[in-house]
DNA sequence: AAAACGTGGTG
DNA sequence: TCACCAAGTTT
């Protein structure tokens, strides 16, 4: 009796035949194959690929990611969005060094304690790097098997989590975990597509469900998102000086480890006059507003940032508080910042 | 268990 | 413009 799915059967060939030579394709190296997994998160390959290179080449092994500062991991991550994963890969790095003598556990369930490291991840690693049979569920083998398999349970609830974990484990070719859970994905993200599916390439549309029943782009089911918060962010640039101030944003809220210049969170859009009074209340009689640079509008996940840049001058005798550092305009790229800034700064400099 | 965490691409 | 969502993890 053949011990390997129809499903794996049906897309190893498909598989060897369509696979992108993508840079972390060629190497067995843990190390590697978990950096561009967390790169890989909630990211495309388009956006993520020359992050990896640029990481591959500057941090060759844990070793060198592990000596590096935070801020330099964050400079270097910039733009590239969930700013944790990489806080998270240094510290990871440097206790793998620390208590593991640089040597990755060698199995899921090792790997799976690791800060930065959930399911998914250690899923991945395990069955590329070690070759251990267990299969990787992200957000293409949820709409690979759903679609496939019929499943009409929301696949973002815990039920239907569930029944696509188990579905996927019992599909798995063991003998080839990694080549698998990668034809899986790759069959994900290049044919079964969320939005107009090429049924026409797919290896596996003679028994797939949804297509037999029409249904290909209902699923998977989802219950749905929840709204996005508004903020309005104030932020204060110095006028008429070729400075700038910046804060590091702290923990509990968005860009956590990042830069920014101080700024002021109103509950509506402020206009001139409510602004100068806030100003003087938080900092002083001293401090001025001059005027409005630019607003911005940022998109996040899960908020929408208004955010207004304001110049501002103070009296020569004031002191600028102790978490405020000033910086050269020109030395502000060394910094880690939001997009949002990076763009605004650009502005500046171009002003 | 639901919500937070970035950014950019797509239809 | 807007909704969706991409090789998820943490709290």
Redesign the pocket.
């Known amino acids: 009796m053949s011990s390997v799915s129809w499903f794996a059967q049906a897309l190893a060939p498909w598989y060897a035949a369509n696979r992108?030579s993508?840079p972390?394709?060629s190497t067995r190296d843990p190390y590697l194959i978990w950096l561009?997994?967390v790169i890989?998160?909630?990211?495309?390959?388009?956006?993520g690929l020359a992050y990896y290179n640029r990481f591959a080449l500057k941090y060759p092994t844990v070793h060198h990611l592990a000596a590096a500062t935070e801020d330099e991991v964050l400079k270097d991550w910039q733009?590239?969005?969930?700013?944790?994963r990489a806080r998270?890969m240094r510290a990871t790095a440097q206790r793998i060094v620390s208590e593991y003598r640089g040597v990755f556990p060698e199995d899921h369930n090792g790997l799976r304690h690791?800060?930065?490291?959930?399911?998914?991840?250690?899923a991945?690693i395990a069955s590329i790097a070690f070759n251990e049979p267990v299969a990787v569920v992200?957000?293409?083998v949820?709409?690979v098997l759903a679609r496939c398999f019929g499943i009409r349970e929301p696949i973002d609830?815990?039920a239907g989590k569930r029944l696509v974990a188990d579905l996927a484990s019992r599909l798995l070719d063991r003998k080839h975990p990694g080549e698998h859970n990668?034809a899986v994905?790759?069959l994900?993200?290049l044919v079964c597509t969320?939005?107009?599916p090429q049924c026409n390439a797919c290896p596996v549309r003679s028994r797939c469900l949804a297509y037999e029943e029409g249904v290909v782009e209902q699923l998977p089911l989802?219950v749905?998102?929840?709204k996005v918060?508004e903020r309005h962010f104030n932020y204060l640039l110095p006028h008429g000086v070729s400075a700038l101030w910046l804060v590091k944003r702290a923990a509990g809220?968005?860009?956590?480890g990042l830069y920014t210049p101080p700024m002021v969170e109103s509950d509506v859009r402020w206009g001139a006059r409510r602004m100068q009074a806030a100003l003087q209340q938080e900092l002083g009689r001293s401090w001025h507003l001059v005027g409005s640079f630019t607003e911005e509008r940022?998109?996040?996940?899960?908020?929408v940032i208004h955010a207004r840049f304001w110049w501002v001058s103070k009296a020569r005798t004031a002191r600028l508080p102790a978490d405020w550092l000033a910086c050269g305009l020109k030395d502000a790229h060394r910094y880690p910042v939001?997009?949002?800034v990076e763009r605004v700064l650009g502005e500046v400099l171009n002003s």
């Open positions: 992108r993508l972390w394709r561009s997994e890989l998160q909630q990211t495309r390959v388009d956006q733009g590239l969005g969930y700013y944790s998270n690791l800060k930065g490291i959930g399911p998914y991840t250690a991945a992200d957000g293409n949820f709409r609830r815990p990668q994905m790759e994900g993200a969320p939005k107009r989802k749905g998102r929840t918060r809220d968005i860009w956590q940022h998109v996040l996940s899960h908020q939001p997009r949002l």
